[in-house]
């Protein structure tokens, strides 16, 4: 059976624009010819192309079918004529921004039948499934005529011969059913009929046709189109969208509008799923390595329950659908075939805190080039105008001599960074100005306008009093109307405090027409909290990252950490740039946690709270505890009672006691080899490039799992560990346009 259904054949004619990459290409000639040989997983691994057209994606629903469908191993000769077997079937989504994996257990009978003088692949599916308290079992029948034909590139020439029935429940119409065919000029053929009688808007129905050859075809598919309900009860109305295609061209219709048509010569390729093989022998990592497996268990109620075993960045949890599973549960895996027996393991105690090393490698600028990132800003500082220009200062102004104003953190500076002043729509930032009114003897406020608002009274980029918006009423200051400018005058001032958040992303173009420092603030025009996205504009503005401070940007799944270093912005070599590797204390790492030569734990800021790391097996085996007093509870002697720390903490280093236990004044910070780093009076390394290493400590809050870990035990008592997350070396890759753009993942 297929997998992918495509109602567009892929485009046969050549090489695609835009696509090809020598630099990826040559990057992968190694692993390609450390696995010639036919048996490897490498040269096993099958390829699926198929065209993704998002008005005809109600053929979708079959891909979902089929896909799971092909995990329940229905052709494999030890599950065909063996009798009905349970499998574990996946299913992935997507929730508020974060992929969820969900398991769903079907019992399968696949069997070889004869109908009409042709062998027939006969699969019947039973599965019980509950929604909303309510358990219904949907019954389902392939019958599997004739396979499909697939292409070496990996694209279908036919999908088969095949009939699908599904019935949900007992209500007859709750259906779906589908079928493939092949008529006689060699054109694939699919329909589907699907009918719900409830769900969202109530019942409706969808229909859909599909006639493929290679260089033509046509179909129609009849849907409900929720995209017009914009009410949570709204009935949407059936809609029916109409296409054709030719050799060079798709034509498309949706209801009674325009018909939309679309170059088949012009196509941009995307990769939706990747396998990784061992360069050297081919085989895919996942048989070598084990990032999470489903188990099942039966509740203290008696009931069948289905959990995950999984890691987050070394992080062990069982996750299950009904809240936590208790310790001393006997769990059984769910992804072993039906010819092996699957091993049972017992739930061992949850471990309330996750202690974490923070390891960091070098990294580089163009790792996170164009990526957007969300960073908090807090600046505080005034301004002086001096008859001419604005002049910034960061301390505040002695104004003892009205003739020579001082500004008591330094010297003023000319003052140009307008942008960051400025408030748009949809901003997570907030801006707060404003002045002493000396005449009145009363605060003012402003806001400034770099355009004109359509607010009569504007004249011209500059400050505008502005006033507190009616409660209830979101967002910052608002000029008051009609509008009224600051007169700028010598010796006017104003403070200024910004805080809250801007995205910013490094743009790589050093003294370009749009920037000077390589970097971009993005305009925000709006925030999807459902996905939790931001929506950016086009009216980006200078970035000049500030000297010193640490930026964490991640990049799916890798935490970057950005630094400037010295005072120059237009140059990429300005900035420190390392990965931070993060690795989770668990019973079999714990001993190589600390590096050697450590006495205790602390933040580079507090000599007097000190903490110890359990390594040893016992009642706070893998916890943190006090080893000075606990500054929140002030009548316990930690040092004679140890107690866990309850909270978390960010940052901790350890520290050796330079041969005096006692006076911790100058005790020392250590790398993870246990080298000692020489810091200055304030705890900060003298030589930037020499770290101490850096240890989180997480603690799970009451009434939730973050910060938990909980283990298996396999029937010798050991603890069943995952493998660590697999880190790649980046890559360069190379379009047709001859840019370079470096990618790494874990």
Request: charged content about 20%.
């Amino acid at each position: 059976m297929p997998t992918e259904i495509s109602a567009v054949p892929t485009n046969l004619s050549g090489t695609v624009g835009g696509v090809t990459k020598p630099g990826l290409r040559s990057k992968l000639s190694a692993l390609k010819q450390a696995a010639t040989d036919p048996n490897t997983d490498y040269s096993k691994a099958q390829t699926v192309k198929f065209v993704n057209e998002h008005t005809l994606e109600q053929f979708d629903i079959i891909e979902q079918v089929l896909s799971a469908l092909a995990q329940t191993n229905y052709a494999d000769e030890a599950n065909v004529n063996q009798g009905p077997y349970k499998a574990m079937v996946a299913f992935q989504d997507e929730q508020n921004g974060i992929e969820t994996k969900s398991l769903e257990p079907w019992v399968v009978d696949s069997a070889m039948i004869e109908e009409d003088g042709q062998d027939v692949n006969r699969v019947r599916l039973w599965i019980e499934e509950t929604r909303d308290g309510f358990t219904q079992l949907i019954k389902g029948e392939f019958k599997i005529f004739q396979s499909a034909t697939r292409r070496e590139d990996g694209s279908y020439s036919d999908y088969g011969v095949w009939t699908l029935n599904v019935r949900f429940g007992d209500s007859a119409s709750d259906f779906f059913a589908a079928s493939a065919d092949i008529d006689a000029d060699g054109r694939a053929v699919i329909k589907i009929n699907e009918s719900s009688p409830g769900g969202p808007g109530g019942s409706h129905q969808m229909k859909a046709v599909m006639n493929r050859s290679e260089t033509e075809g046509f179909g129609k598919v009849m849907f409900p189109d929720f995209e017009s309900c914009n009410q949570p009860n709204c009935t949407p109305d059936p809609v029916e969208a109409k296409y054709a295609y030719n050799t060079t061209h798709l034509a498309i219709q949706k209801g009674a509008g325009a018909v939309q048509y679309k170059d088949r010569t012009s196509i941009t390729e995307m990769t939706h799923r990747y396998g990784m093989f061992d360069s050297v022998t081919g085989q895919d990592v996942m048989k070598t390595k084990s990032f999470g497996f489903p188990v099942e268990f039966t509740d203290t109620e008696g009931h069948r329950q289905f959990a995950y075993y999984g890691a987050w960045q070394g992080r062990h949890q069982l996750w299950a659908g009904n809240g936590a599973v208790p310790a001393g549960t006997t769990v059984k895996r769910q992804d072993r075939g039906n010819q092996d027996t699957a091993e049972t393991y017992t739930v061992a105690e949850q471990f309330d805190g996750t202690f974490t090393k923070r390891t960091l490698v070098p990294g580089a600028l163009n790792d996170i080039r164009g990526i957007a990132v969300e960073t908090w800003i807090n600046k505080h500082f005034n301004l002086l105008h001096n008859g001419s220009t604005w002049q910034a200062c960061d301390g505040w102004i002695d104004r003892f001599d009205p003739n020579n104003p001082i500004c008591t953190s330094g010297s003023f500076s000319t003052f140009a960074d307008f942008d960051m002043l400025v408030v748009s729509e949809g901003d997570r930032k907030f801006v707060n100005i404003g002045r002493w009114d000396n005449v009145n003897n009363m605060p003012e406020n402003y806001v400034y306008l770099n355009a004109d608002p359509g607010l009569s009274g504007y004249n011209g980029v500059g400050f505008y009093k502005a006033q507190f918006p009616e409660p209830g009423t979101p967002g910052g200051m608002t000029p008051i109307s009609p509008a009224v400018k600051l007169a700028e005058t010598d010796g006017t001032d104003l403070f200024v405090d910004i805080g809250g958040s801007i995205y910013i992303s490094y743009t790589g173009e050093f003294g370009g027409p749009t920037t000077t420092t390589g970097w971009v603030q993005k305009e925000l025009t709006g925030f999807d909290e459902s996905t939790w996205t931001p929506e950016f504009g086009t009216g980006d503005v200078a970035f000049t990252p500030d000297p010193g401070r640490e930026y964490y940007i991640n990049s799916h799944g890798a935490n970057f950490i950005v630094r400037r270093k010295n005072n120059s912005v237009m140059d990429a070599n300005a900035y420190d740039v390392m990965i931070e590797l993060q690795s989770a204390a668990n019973p079999t790492n714990v001993a190589s946690m600390l590096p050697s030569g450590a006495d205790y734990l602390r933040s580079p800021w507090r000599q007097d709270v000190r903490y110890t790391f359990v390594t040893s097996a016992g009642a706070n085996f893998l916890l943190l505890q006090y080893l000075s007093d606990d500054p929140n509870t002030p009548d316990v002697d930690e040092s004679a009672t140890p107690t866990v720390v309850t909270n978390g903490e960010w940052g901790l280093q350890a520290y050796d006691n330079n041969g005096t236990p006692n006076d911790f004044t100058d005790d020392r910070p250590l790398q993870a080899d246990g080298t000692p780093v020489t810091v200055d009076q304030w705890g900060i390394p003298t030589d930037p490039t020499i770290r101490p290493v850096q240890f989180n400590w997480e603690y799970a809050q009451e009434g939730t799992g973050w910060g938990a870990q909980q283990f298996l035990l396999d029937a010798n008592s050991n603890y069943v560990l995952l493998s660590d997350p697999i880190r790649l070396q980046p890559i360069t890759l190379d379009n047709n346009a001859g840019e370079e753009k470096s990618l790494s993942s874990v």
